[in-house]
T-cell receptor
């Protein structure tokens, strides 16, 4: 059965304290590993797509990496505006299989 | 550039009623997908439409249905509402079918009482 698991469920950081979010996946016929950010009361916002093990993508303070079984979202020197829920999803045939998300709170 | 527009933003319905939600995709996007988001189950796929055809359907009962019009706008309908249908319903659009780098709308918050 296709499954995406994210950890931790919640993470509290001090501003400037770097950390990583984990996403482990089992998706048959994987067509990309996706990261989204969701702010309260809004729909998810697309961040990255990774297609093959070893691939990395960066955007501002975020870097996503992919292995054959996991993906990591590294957050370097986070700011309070990075507070959000980060969702990982495996691309299956015609749909995304989402993890439950990691709620990130960055405090000044 | 206008984003994905979902209407209404909030809706309160009574058990047994039916509801129709609307989604206007980004101009030029021909694929529309619908997801249900709840605290317990997270985001779950409902269906995907492309060129007015349903390409795939998730594991939801037949009370959940949808359609897409020639201008790519989409609607989803839920009949005989149950309390468990309370959720945020999200519409996502992309240029072509199978492109999961979606642009999501802000969703319709449905509360069933």
């Amino acid at each position: 059965e296709d499954q995406v698991t994210q950890s931790p469920e919640a993470l509290r950081l001090q501003e400037g304290e770097s950390s990583s979010l984990n996403c482990s996946y089992t998706v048959s016929g994987l067509r990309g590993l996706f990261w989204y950010r969701q702010d309260p009361g809004k729909g998810p916002e697309f961040l990255f797509t990774l297609y093959s093990a070893g691939e990395e993508k960066e955007k501002e303070r975020l870097k996503a990496t992919l292995t054959k079984k996991e993906s990591f979202l590294h957050i370097t020197a986070p700011k309070p505006e990075d507070s959000a829920t980060y969702l990982c999803a495996g691309g299956g045939y015609n749909k995304l299989i989402f993890g439950a998300g990691t709620r990130l709170a960055v405090h000044p | 550039k206008a984003g994905v527009t979902q209407t209404p933003r909030y809706l309160i319905k009574t058990r047994g009623q039916q509801v129709t939600l609307s989604c206007s995709p980004i101009s030029g996007h021909r694929s529309v997908s619908w997801y249900q988001q709840t605290p317990g189950q997270g985001l779950q796929f409902l269906f995907e439409y492309f060129s007015e055809t349903q390409r795939n359907k998730g594991n939801f009962p037949g009370r959940f249905s949808g359609r897409q019009f020639s201008n790519s706008r989409s609607e989803m309908n839920v009949s005989t509402l149950e309390l468990g249908d309370s959720a945020l319903y999200l519409c996502a659009s992309s240029l072509v079918a199978g492109d999961h780098g979606y642009t999501f709308g802000s969703g319709t918050r449905l509360t069933v009482v």
